[in-house]
């Protein structure tokens, strides 16, 4: 975010040198200087603290509130105060802990007395530093697909981050992505919980056109989850055109004019040529010009683009598979369904004693939102649903079997899961319930899960028992 000054002076070592304790808690050198903040790493000195692996995995962040005027100094504690009511309530593998908050009584150093410090997990790097060399398609996908695992979730719980950027995506030593920089996180009021107020601060290069423009009440600016998809699209669009904003303009100031020019209709978007054809799509839907064309492109709905993305692309040997069971599904195709879908064989396990079981409770037919895919019966790759493995962990690539199903296919059901991990198709249907189906004969497993707003049928089958990882 954009401090009003930078009160930390040139030498963050002046500030918090190294050895300088804060409870339990040791300074070991800086790393970073934001706007309000400067961040060291530390390390645990004394006892033990739940979940910090090494005694140097720590990050100290000290927001100073000496010197500032009462209006700045607002603002430091309003920033802090978000952090650590946020902090303290959430918990999610995306996203960076919070481990310890204090405000520092130190009479005798001006500088230092009454700032507040966060003590959170420390990660290596940031996004911001893979920038410069570019990134491997694949590996922008699992970036991105982790980027919005934690926004899914932060989104979920009924929080906007409001401050996204590459500067606020960590990298953690395992090159695992966490977000961070909770200081303008809002939480979603409203009769359906759909917006929240921020206050007007912000990066400017990463506002939404509607920010600009804004009006300003007594409570701050209204933000919409949305506001986080348009910062995800600048970043996924920075991120495979090695940094560079789909915006023209020297400086924030003339980007923020050319974004609004867009909005308006009196510009196009004009994505960077780099950007493979996949991505500039999902971007494109990032950047709709208005909250209302964004809506329906919320992080669930773009973390199962991805994912089914990353299935179909998926290595040489385990194409060769999903081709077989394409060849496989196309003779069924012929054989068994006029309208180009699948009627599955069933033979495999009866769910509550694991024996064979022949007639399956249930069947369902798989429905697909997206309505250029529902005429045809090719069995386009870019038409095809992916299913999981396991319904209770994030829908991504890891989670997605090898087999695809298309629109229209047949699939004998099991039985129903109530409350998986919660789905969103694109035409923004919600559903947390899945439906356990049995994989055909060749397979690498016996059955999957669909969930449950890729059909529109109820079939009436018993409940599951508890998912194994196996699916
Ligand atoms: N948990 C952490 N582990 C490692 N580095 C971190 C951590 N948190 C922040 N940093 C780094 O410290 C620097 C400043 O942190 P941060 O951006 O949170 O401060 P800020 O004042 O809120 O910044 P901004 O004005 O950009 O929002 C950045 O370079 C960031 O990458």
Redo the contacts with the bound molecule.
Sequence with gaps: ???LADISGDDPTELLPPGYRVARWEVVEP?????????H?GRLVEGHAEGVPGEES??L?V?PTAGLSPHQARKVAD?ARREVEFGRGSSHPRL?RLLDTFVLAEPDRPLLDGAIVLV???????L?DLLDAGVSEAEGARLVTEICEGLAHLHRSGWVHG?L?P??I?LMADGSVKL??F?LVTQLTGTHGTHGYAPPMG?FDYLPPERWRAPLGEQGVEIRPSADIWALGITIHELFASGASPFPGATPMARGAATQEYADGRAPLRLDGALPPFWRALTADCLAPTHAARAPHTAESLLARVAERTATDVPPFVRASVRRGRRRAASLTLAVCAVGATVWPHVEHDTASGAPSAEPPGRIRVFNAEQSCRGRTDRNADCSLGLAIDPTRPYTVDNVVATRVWHGDELAVDCRLPLGMPIIDEADTHSAAWYRVRLPRGADRTAAWLPAVRTKDRPSVPDCPAPTPTG
């Excluded at 970073?32 to 400067?38: E, I, N, P, S």
């Design positions: 975010m954009h401090g790393i970073g200087t934001g706007g309000w903040a400067t961040v790493a720590v990050a962040k927001l920033t960076i959170m997990e420390r990660a290596g790097r940031s911001r401050d950027k500067d606020n960590l961070s920089d200081g990066t």
